[in-house]
């Protein structure tokens, strides 16, 4: 049984890493993956089967459904203040002439937004916006792979901002506030050493505006003061919800849908006066058929998978194998970081969240937040790694290729740079 699970995963991780060659969408590869590790399992399992399968299902979709219904909530969110045209109160405000520092101004409102939002919703409003304000080709995909690493790392030390520091956060694996101050300062060094370097490589260089507007359809008409008030509304949901966390000890998807409903309320006061086609543009309702369900549908099944293994004991033995031939804590969670640049980088986390017992390395470890830096921003290494990175490569054309011999090189610095940074200061200032 052993070696069938772990055959069959391996060869679902292989399938979703080729997901492009195969053309093969990954989601389809998870959800087959999960349900024949699940059948081999409950078939070739001795003892109570029935009894023992429903009870270690029950607690997966415990898990599962955490992570699932925090990220519909937040995902909704987002739609909800872009149906608004709600960023154009950040986007507006980028305005200058010089390729440098229009770069530099793009990096950091990238970084920081991602960390409020998410790095996959920062990724789509940027890449919008580089195709309204650059006419060179070579301009826009130079920026867009820059957005993938800022975004990347802006998302990595926010419990909010990536999935895979979500992940960590909603299985307890670390603290809002723990994250934020630990992971903060590698990924600004993770982010401005690509920044950098790419910035100096253009000083001088004047912005070339497109000739025609290339930029995406506009949403409904919304008035400014509407913009304001779901704009900062739904900010002000998403950064209260670890506050919420804190307070209760509540899981953070109920803070997501308590604010949720408060939007909904919002929007429905907001909108009363119009007629129904505008209401029907402008709702919450069509906020929530505007999210990405392929991408929840594919973490349903990647973690669904990863319980297989968890349960038939192989994580926990590969965890054990690793620490016996690597030795070192930051030797593991940089390479599972390198990983996930080849693997999307939620199955690698999801995996990780498995392996490592909490008796062994408790809650706001070493371990763990190191893992949320590199997850986040080992990703960006190739644009297949991460979900920021695949959302620009549709948008913007990027050519795999392309992205290795331009983007690649100065994402691995970074994440390099990030990762000593982080080594350091932890053994200056967190070690006890």
């Known amino acids: 049984m052993i070696v069938a699970l772990s055959l069959i995963f391996l060869l679902s991780y292989a399938a979703i890493a080729l997901e492009h060659p195969l053309h093969v969408n990954k989601t389809a590869t998870a959800l087959i993956g999960a349900g024949l590790l699940w059948t081999i399992y409950v078939l070739f399992s001795g003892g109570d089967i029935h009894t023992m399968v429903h009870d270690e299902l029950g607690h997966t979709l415990i898990e599962v459904g955490q992570i699932v219904f925090f990220l519909m909530g937040a995902m909704t969110i987002v739609e ?17 002439r010089k ?54 790392a802006g998302g ?12 960590l956060w909603v299985a307890d694996k670390i603290s809002a506030v723990t994250v934020i101050y630990q992971v903060f300062i590698p990924s600004v060094v993770a982010a401005v050493v690509p920044l950098a370097f790419v910035s100096n490589s253009v000083r001088g260089q004047i912005v070339e505006a497109p000739k025609t507007d290339v930029g995406v359809a506009r949403h ?3 008035s400014e003061s509407e913009r304001n008030i779901i704009f900062i509304a739904g900010i002000g949901v998403l950064v209260a919800v670890p506050v919420f966390k804190m307070i209760t000890h509540l899981p953070p998807f109920l803070g ?15 909108h009363k006066n119009k007629s129904q086609k505008e209401k029907d543009q402008l709702g919450l309702a069509h906020a929530l058929a505007k999210i990405d369900l392929s991408s929840i549908v594919f973490f ?5 998978a990863v319980a297989t293994l968890e349960h038939s004991k192989i994580l926990p033995t590969v965890a054990q194998w690793l620490a016996d031939t690597l030795g070192s804590v930051e030797l593991i969670i940089g390479l599972i970081g390198l990983m996930s640049s080849l693997v999307d980088n939620v199955p690698m986390v999801a995996a990780s969240i498995k392996m490592f017992p909490m008796d062994v390395n408790p809650k706001d470890s070493f371990l763990w937040q190191f893992l949320a830096f590199c997850a986040g921003t080992g990703g960006s290494i190739l644009i297949i790694g991460s979900a920021a990175g695949l959302a620009a490569m549709g948008i913007m054309r990027i050519n ?33």
Not at 82 to 92: A, L, R
Not at 408 to 432: D, N, W
């Open 300 to 304: 349903i099944g990647i973690l669904l």
């Open 80 to 96: 909800l203040i872009d149906i608004h045209n709600g960023f154009d109160i950040i986007t507006s405000r980028i305005k200058t």
């Open 256 to 270: 997501v849908m308590f604010g949720l409903g408060f939007l909904w309320l919002t929007t429905d006061l907001l």
């Open 99 to 152: 390729t440098s520092t229009l770069l530099i101004q793009l990096g950091v409102a990238t970084f920081f937004l991602s960390a409020v939002l998410d790095n996959l919703a920062t990724t789509i409003v940027m890449c919008s916006l580089l195709k309204k304000i650059l006419g060179k080709k070579e301009d826009r995909l130079l920026f867009a792979g820059l957005v993938v690493i800022t975004a990347n």
């Open 156 to 167: 990595a030390w926010s419990p909010i901002g990536d999935v895979t520091t979500t992940m």
């Open 400 to 432: 795999f290729f392309w992205y290795v011999k331009k983007i690649s090189l100065l994402a691995l610095v970074g994440y390099i740079s990030g990762a000593i940074i982080f080594v350091i200061q932890h053994k200056l200032l967190f070690a006890s």
């Open 220 to 222: 409904a008409q919304t």
